[in-house]
């Protein structure tokens, strides 16, 4: 699951305090899991071999990283990037407490790389490359530190009413007389590369060739309302700064909105909010 935001490259701009990533290290494996199908189309596209460096942009607490470390072993490599320094932090100690010798966890913006050119077997990106501003740099650097025969895999969302676990609330807080930065349409934005066919123009663009791009469908299961209202508020980046920085009135009014919209996606005493991402692939051949 990505930290949903609605502009500024996630992984980078001040709106990510360390709040933010404290709660994305809370809730770690139960965002990695809710978004599990998603990690592992990323990961059988990679199809990651013993012995391979693989570099994971935009990682945040790193699990598919994690994933991925197993499967190159320990003459392989994983490098877990991600510009904040929150991200970075809560990356190192998932590493720790999994005892992995393999992942390498630093600072870097995925869309300026100081990897050397031809350096890694593969990239990976889970809900990251729709947020940073400059997507086109972003996959032109992402095909330089690849080698010959290198692999692309990258997750993005689908359009929000494919994704109604997000609009829902992004609904709410609208209707309520309030208004989230930016345009989620535009790059940097969580919708702006919610069409398959932008996705393929940037990835031939960068270079690459054996483009795909295929829907993962999915669902988010929550036990109750306050349960969806409460993950969601924490980790979901403008969101959560929004909704942090409203009076104690105007929440309330935000959250008895989003209950009313959230209500067709009951089931029984829970709520089941279907999702669907876009997986992208591409390969350098040359």
């Known amino acids: 699951m990505y930290r949903p935001g609605v502009t500024g490259e996630r992984n980078g701009g001040s709106q990510w305090s360390d709040e933010l990533s404290a709660a994305w290290e809370r809730h770690r494996q139960r965002l990695f899991e809710a978004q599990r199908a998603t990690s592992d189309w990323l990961v059988d596209r990679l199809a990651p071999r013993p012995g391979e460096t693989v570099l994971e942009l935009a990682a945040g607490p790193g699990e598919t990283g994690f994933v991925v470390a197993e499967m190159v072993g320990l003459t392989g490599r994983v490098i877990s990037t991600d510009v904040g320094e929150g991200m970075v932090a809560a990356a190192q100690r998932g590493v720790a407490a999994r005892g992995l010798t393999n992942v390498e966890c630093r600072l870097m913006d995925a869309q300026e790389s100081d990897l050397d050119d031809g350096s890694v ?25 690849l080698r010959p025969g290198g692999r692309l895999a990258y997750a993005v ?130």
């Not at 889970?126 to 992402?142: C, I, N, T």
């Not at 590369?193 to 295929?214: H, Q, Y």
């Not at 829970?270 to 350098?284: E, K, N, Q």
């Open 121 to 145: 077997d593969a990239v990976l990106c889970r809900f990251g490359v729709m947020l940073m501003p400059d997507q086109p740099r972003v996959l032109a650097e992402a095909h330089r530190v």
């Open 157 to 286: 969302w689908g359009m929000p009413d494919t994704n109604p676990w997000l609009f829902v609330l992004a609904a709410a807080i609208g209707e309520s007389g309030h208004q989230i930065p930016g345009n989620p349409f535009e790059p940097g934005g969580v919708f702006s590369l919610a069409e398959p066919e932008r996705n393929r123009e940037l990835v031939g663009g960068a270079g690459f060739d054996e483009i795909a791009v295929e829907e993962i469908p999915s669902a988010y299961e929550f036990d109750s309302f306050d349960e969806y209202w409460d993950l969601n508020t924490e980790v979901s980046g403008p969101i959560a700064l929004l909704i942090a920085s409203l009076s104690d009135d105007d929440v309330r009014a935000v959250k008895e909105r989003a209950r009313q919209k959230a209500d067709p996606f009951r089931s029984g005493d829970g709520y089941t909010f279907p999702s669907l991402a876009l997986g992208v692939y591409g390969a350098r051949v040359s």
